[in-house]
């Protein structure tokens, strides 16, 4: 028995030392109370726990529960294990997902008082706190009494509820009434002076009222409003009626010692109120009485009033109208509502009062909570969201008099029950479940700001936070959540305002004036934004990358059939190679209108290390990015890299790759073909349509909108100084650019220990760019075996101007004082210095912001060496090659080296111009298509400009297949087969008929972005080539570039090919047909035709193009498994237009147009091609003559006679381009000399090659058109001669 009793006194040591050390000193009016009465709480403490002491549990101080206790846990001095069980076993009924609170054994006392101490002095703000000397928590109580006030107390059953985030404290939960460990004070007997409440008149007359006059009125609560802080002041109203009428009077608390009545308040509870004085709203003249310094509540009790003038008939009678409804009876209501309401009418909102338990928390600083899995409160027009304490899963609410909004949003899922200032929500009871607190913003919350400033009703209100919560998501991770949504107290808006006010003000533009609350409060009638609202269809998302981008895909998908690709005059002539390879690549082009709702585009802008391609990113995934400038000026905005941009106008391009297997164009109905899908995704935008949400390191791109300095690349233009001005540019301050020469030493690879802040720069232009290559180069530094594989790298000719300068710290500067040197020094002692600067490694990711033409400079932080440019140089040649000056020092681009972009040649002013002196001959020669196209061109690299007609994805010639590393195929080139080369068809203008072929092998197209019909690009240093049919053409080499001009024409959002009016073509003549010309645009002319010459028509094997006859192919060895035949046409034909003489060359369809067949005729035709495989005509061959036919072959007799029938000879209209290929039909032996007949004389006479020709179209010619064109034809030629 001794050890008990010793484990008794040792527990009683504890408790007494740690009672000294935390109970607090009971401030007493005026008297010293004595010191904590220890036996008090331990006599408390045994008679809590039915006579024992409760050796098993521990004191905890404020102090340690607030910073030891990080998971929400309770405590029952009184309850047994079972109790305790049964309890939490309740709780989790609820929720299951979520566990109970577990149990500790702690022992709680302190002191409840309603103000913690700043060091202002006493901080009230409504709330309610339990202190000790170690520390002070707010609590939550159901359940308080004014008198307990600064009273010590024991709580014999708790719940702490600490922070998710720990870096301030959470909060208790009372879940018993505590226990005082004095005994309470005495209430006073009787009040003085007691007046009924017939207060009323002295509010509603004019008549003026004595100030100083002290009123106490009685009455019961029919409402309460929820505590409001504004102008730095805490208060609510509270309204009493009278027992003997209706009539109700406001009472305004605003004494901050009377803010915790709002916590002993309970509706249709009668109190007495004293010390009231009448008042009256500056604004309105609203009278209210209004609580004084003096001004005492008391609970209104019959006997202790001297006067009792009541009908006792009024008491127990509920003033309130409103009937409790659960949640299956509001969502069962109003779902038969449904049907009858039109989304697009203003509805009225019911109110009715509601019970029900929280099953989430859908957003805390929102304060909107999901409860009953059913219904979402919205505490938002309550202002303070009643501080969410207690408000966590698992607890319940009575909401009284609260308004019902059915689908205020379409997207929004849930009823909403609206809480407006007339609304009271109260706690029944706490949760039993471990979650954490989540506190709402006490400042800066965006969604309570934006709510009041636009005064939003519950349907925009929702909207805006399902973008805010959006925003958050997407981009907390880059900028912190505080960087993004701090609001506008701060000096200037956050991204995530600006992104939501230009929405907001649309969809607000009518908005009212500022929220009146205290008319919402004290109107007689009901007045609040939640009477009424419009349901919302939202008007614009912004929904993460990846879900964008699978929104896209679908889109893309969706409805799409291969044989939207082809047309099928085309694809029924095509062989399975070509028939697939020509489905392999297709594009679709959405618009933010292309989804409903609109799409707005949001993504932090930064490079890919892998592809060097500018992208948007957010947390879900990055898009790659095209940007341009209207004026057609390239990309160089290096101060954006970092930068959170919106776009709202862009094109989203969708790329398509299909591996299919389709046998014939017959087959292309059957998807079962389609063996492989992928697509990729990327946007392109104009940079004026970029709004700059957030720059990096605090800047702000005031003047980007203004597109200020995108003009500038324009000639002429104002000059530097418009550029300059933006902030971008205010980076650097000049400062003596002496070298410190003792910091050399400490100065290498462009960074140094002590460097400080200074940094160095040079400044330097760029004259030619490279493509983006995998290349072998080796560094010194890097001969570790690392260095050895490819990598992806590429390199800029540029030239310096001037000396590297030495910077003090990042500051501003308003020139740039390099060419201010030139033009002091005029051009003497200027030498052009020349290098190849080598982007690699991390420095690729200057590769989209670097131009030929534009003025860059380096910046090395934290250097002060200025010869760090020139150590690093490397001979680009072996040394022994080094004495031809004219060979650039190759500097290789170290990693933490800062480009930024100064300006554009053009655009320098001119005082800066010696400068451009130097420059002279550096430009970069431009090309025209029809200069590169001609004859006389010399060049083999060449540059141009030009719009793209077309692109096709064609066979690459064999000689050009390029070797690619495995593991280096990247995502997209892999996307295409390897063995693809592009051909695009560029024009001058679209309305030109030149066209230039390009070719690029689909290796390159990994780093090539926007080439896509209608965008105009300029290619940079493409290889001319001509072909064996001296045709000129280009390749896209390795030293190649591409920049984008502009976009393409906006178009359609679902088609995958915008339609493009064909130009008309130009009517011509063939004697003025050039022989030898290098590019025909497409023509045409009236002409007759004289005969045609051969005729083949012939069914092929759809793989091996062997003659395919009787459903087989006629191949043996090997046999070919092809059970597809594919009909082909062609035919050569002589014209002549009075002028000249030519071979027109038709093919497939034009082969029927040529012979006058209908389409029904010419199916029939073919069809009966087939039995025999192909069938071939020549003219002048006689019957039986060396025939290819049996003679009892019909179709063969048919077609003879057909093409010697007079009636094919007849005028026709016919589109052409030159035909620059020979084709597979043997041509007639050439006719140098020809034989005239004029009566009886005969000539004979040298003619002129015919020039052959390619038909593009034939048209029959009605007999009014061939006069009118003849007899225009007619003044023309007279009109030559
Ligand atoms: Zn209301
Ligand atoms: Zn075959």
């Known amino acids: 028995m001794a050890e008990p009793a010793a484990a008794e006194q040792r527990w009683l040591q504890a408790a007494r030392d740690f009672l000294r050390r935390t109970l607090p000193a009971l401030e007493g009016p005026g008297e010293s109370e004595p010191p904590p009465p220890l036996d008090a709480v331990l006599q408390c403490l045994r008679k809590a726990s039915g006579g024992d002491l409760p050796l098993g549990y521990s004191f905890v101080s404020i102090s340690d529960l607030q910073h030891q206790q990080c998971t929400p846990c309770c405590s029952h001095l009184t309850w047994s294990t079972n109790e305790f069980k049964e309890w939490a076993h309740q709780g989790q009924g609820s929720l299951p997902t979520h566990s109970a609170l577990p149990r500790t054994y702690l022992i709680l006392v302190g002191c409840l008082t309603k103000g913690r101490q700043d060091n202002k002095g006493e901080l009230v703000d409504g709330c309610l706190y339990v202190k000790d000397n170690t520390g002070i928590i707010p609590c939550e109580l159901l359940h308080f009494e004014l008198e307990w006030m600064e009273s010590l107390f024991l709580f014999p059953s708790w719940s702490y509820i600490p922070q998710r985030d720990e870096s301030t404290t959470g909060y208790l939960e009372i879940l018993m009434d505590p226990v005082p460990v004095n005994p309470p004070k005495e209430v006073p007997d009787s009040i003085p002076v007691t007046y009924p409440a017939s207060a009323e008149p002295l509010l509603t007359s004019r008549i003026p009222c004595k100030k100083k006059s002290n009123l106490t009125v009685a009455g019961e609560l029919t409402r309460l409003g929820p505590l409001l802080h504004i102008h730095h002041k805490t208060f609510f109203f509270l309204f009493l009626e009278c027992f003997i009428s209706a009539i109700c009077v406001p009472v305004l608390v605003q004494k901050p010692k009377q803010l915790a009545w709002h916590h002993i308040l309970q509706l249709s509870h009668r109190y007495t109120i004293t010390g009231l004085t009448v008042s009256s709203l500056k604004k309105t003249g609203q009278r209210m009485f209004v609580t004084g310094v003096s001004s005492c509540i008391l609970p209104y009790c019959p006997e202790k009033v001297r006067k009792q003038p009541l009908d006792s008939s009024f008491q127990g009678e509920s003033t309130q109208s409103f009937s409790l409804e659960s949640a299956e009876q509001l969502s069962d209501s109003l779902e038969l509502g449904v049907e009858k309401e039109r989304p697009t009418s203003t509805k009225k909102s019911k109110v009715v009062s509601y019970v029900g338990t929280v099953t989430k928390i859908l957003n805390v600083q929102a304060g909107l909570y999901l409860l009953d899995d059913k219904v979402c409160l919205c505490l938002a027009y309550q202002q303070l969201l009643n501080s969410a304490r207690g408000l966590r899963p698992g607890a319940c609410l009575e909401l009284i008099g609260v308004h019902v909004l059915q689908k205020p949003l379409v997207s929004f899922p849930f009823i909403v029950l609206g809480a407006c200032l007339r609304s009271n929500i109260k706690l029944k009871s706490f949760s039993r479940l471990s979650t954490h607190y989540q506190p709402p913003a006490s400042s800066g919350n965006l969604y309570l700001q934006l709510l009041f400033r636009y005064n939003l009703g519950v349907p925009a209100y929702l909207w805006l936070v399902s973008l805010l919560e959006m925003f958050e998501e997407r981009f907390s991770c880059f900028f912190g959540r505080l960087r993004l949504l701090l609001g506008s107290r701060h000096r200037s808006p956050g991204a995530a305002e600006k992104f939501l006010d230009p929405l907001l003000q649309a969809v607000v533009p009518d908005r009212e004036q500022a929220r009146d609350i205290y008319n919402e409060i004290l109107a007689k009638i009901h007045q609040c934004p939640l009477q009424e609202y419009l349901p919302l269809n939202p008007p614009c998302q912004a929904p993460s990358l990846s879900a964008l981008c699978h929104l896209a895909e679908q889109k893309s998908w969706e409805g799409f059939s291969p044989s939207q690709l082809l047309s099928p005059l085309e694809a029924q002539h095509m062989g399975t190679q070509e028939l697939n390879r020509r489905l392999a690549w297709s594009y679709c082009t959405l618009s933010a209108e292309s989804f409903q709702p609109r799409l707005i585009l949001l993504g932090v802008l930064r490079v890919s290390s892998r592809s060097s391609s500018l992208q948007l990113q957010d947390k879900s995934r990055t898009l790659t990015c095209v940007i341009s400038h209207k004026d057609g000026s390239p990309f160089a905005h290096t101060a954006l890299k970092g930068s959170l941009l919106q776009v709202e106008n862009y094109q989203l391009i969708v790329e398509r790759f299909l591996q299919t297997d389709f046998p014939s164009w ?24 970029v709004q700059v949400l957030h720059g990096t390191e605090g800047q702000i791109q005031k003047g980007l909108r203004n597109g200020n300095s995108s003009s500038l690349r324009k000639k002429g233009d104002g000059g530097l100084t418009s550029e300059l001005e933006s902030p971008e540019a205010k980076l650097l301050k ?67 101007l001037g000396r590297p300068r030495l910077w003090s710290h990042l500051g501003e500067t308003d020139n740039l004082p390099e060419l201010e040197e030139y033009s002091h020094d005029g051009e003497e002692g200027i030498t052009r210095q020349e290098a190849l600067l080598l982007f690699m490694g991390k420095s690729v990711r200057w590769f989209p912001f670097l131009h030929p033409d534009g003025l860059y400079r380096f910046i090395v932080h934290r250097c002060s060496d200025l010869e760090v440019f020139d150590k690093l140089c490397l001979p680009s040649v072996p040394p022994k090659f080094l004495s031809r000056s004219s060979c650039p ?36 020669r431009i090309s025209s298509i029809p200069e590169v196209l001609s004859n006389s061109f010399t060049g083999s690299l060449v540059s141009f400009a030009g719009e793209i007609v077309d692109r096709t994805l064609c066979a690459s010639p064999r000689n050009e297949k390029l070797c690619v590393p495995v593991g280096l195929q990247k995502q997209r080139g892999r996307l295409l087969a390897s063995d693809h080369s592009v051909k695009l068809s560029v024009s001058v203008a679209s309305d030109s008929h030149v066209l230039m072929d390009i070719y690029i092998a689909s290796t390159y197209l990994q780093h090539l972005w926007g080439l896509l019909p209608g965008a105009k690009i300029l290619f940079q240093n493409l290889e001319r080539r001509i072909s064996r049919f001296h045709n000129v053409y280009c390749t896209y080499i390795a030293s190649s570039c591409v920049s984008i001009i502009s976009l393409p024409a906006s178009c359609l959002p679902f088609s995958s090919r915008p339609a493009r009016e064909a130009p008309l073509p130009s009517f011509m003549f063939l004697s003025s047909l050039q022989p030898h010309l290098q590019s025909l645009p497409r023509a045409q002319i009236l002409c007759h035709l004289s005969c045609v010459l051969v005729l083949s028509l012939q069914w092929v094997c759809s793989l091996c193009s062997s003659i395919f006859k009787e459903g087989r192919c006629t191949r043996h060895s090997p046999a070919c498994p092809s059970h597809t035949g594919v009909r082909q046409a062609s035919a050569r034909v002589l014209v002549e237009d009075g002028t000249g003489e ?54 063969a007799c048919y077609l003879r006679s057909l093409c010697r029938s007079p009636l094919i000879c007849r005028p026709i209209l016919l589109d052409f381009s030159l035909d620059r290929k020979p084709s597979r039909i043997l041509e007639p032996a050439p006719l140098p000399l020809r034989n005239f007949r004029c009566s009886e004389v005969e000539f004979v006479s040298q003619m002129r090659p015919r020039p052959s020709l390619l038909c593009l179209n034939v048209e029959e010619v009605k007999h009014h058109i061939l006069s009118y064109l003849n007899s225009k034809r007619i003044s023309r030629t007279s009109s030559c001669c």
Request: net charge negative.
């Open 734 to 800: 000049l400062e003596d650019p002496k070298p410190d020469t003792q910091r050399d030493e400490n100065c290498q690879r462009g960074q140094s220990s002590i460097g400080g802040t200074s940094c160095v720069s040079r400044l330097f232009i760029v004259t030619q760019k490279e493509g983006l290559m995998l290349r072998n180069y080796q560094l010194p530094r890097e001969e570790d075996g690392k260095g050895r594989e490819l990598q992806y790298s590429f390199q800029a000719i540029v030239l310096w």
């Open 666 to 689: 017959e087959h292309l109905a059957n998807l079962e073909y389609v063996r492989e899908k992928k697509n990729s995704v990327y946007v392109q935008f104009y940079f004026e349509d």
């Open 889 to 924: 020092l190759c500097l290789p681009v170290q990693d933490t080296w800062h480009l930024k972009h100064e300006t554009w040649i053009s655009s320098l002013t001119e005082h800066q111009l010696a400068a451009k002196s130097v420059l002279a001959d550096m430009d970069q």
């Open 1142 to 1195: 030519a071979l027109v060359l038709c093919r497939n369809q034009h082969v029927a147009a040529m012979l006058g067949l209908s389409l029904l005729e010419w199916e029939a035709l073919l069809k009966c091609v087939q039995r025999r495989g192909s069938v071939l005509i020549q003219h002048g061959e006689a019957t039986g003559m060396g025939c290819a036919e049996e003679p009892e072959d019909l179709v």
